[in-house]
């Protein structure tokens, strides 16, 4: 493994949480509430 590159879990994890803020953001979940929702999930990884 390249060691500039992340981890597989580690870039799971940010792909998920890329699609998840992206979701968010199209309903206009936006700045503070965003993070708020955010923190629920990451929990979950």
């Known amino acids: 493994m ?3 590159s992340p981890a597989p879990d580690m870039a799971n994890a940010a792909a998920t949480i890329d ?3 992206r ?3 199209t309903q206009g979940v ?3 509430a965003l993070a708020e929702r955010m923190l629920g999930h ?4």
């Open 2 to 4: 390249d060691p500039s």
């Open 19 to 21: 699609m998840q803020v």
């Open 23 to 25: 979701r968010l953001e």
């Open 30 to 32: 936006l700045g503070p």
């Open 42 to 45: 990451m929990a979950g990884l």
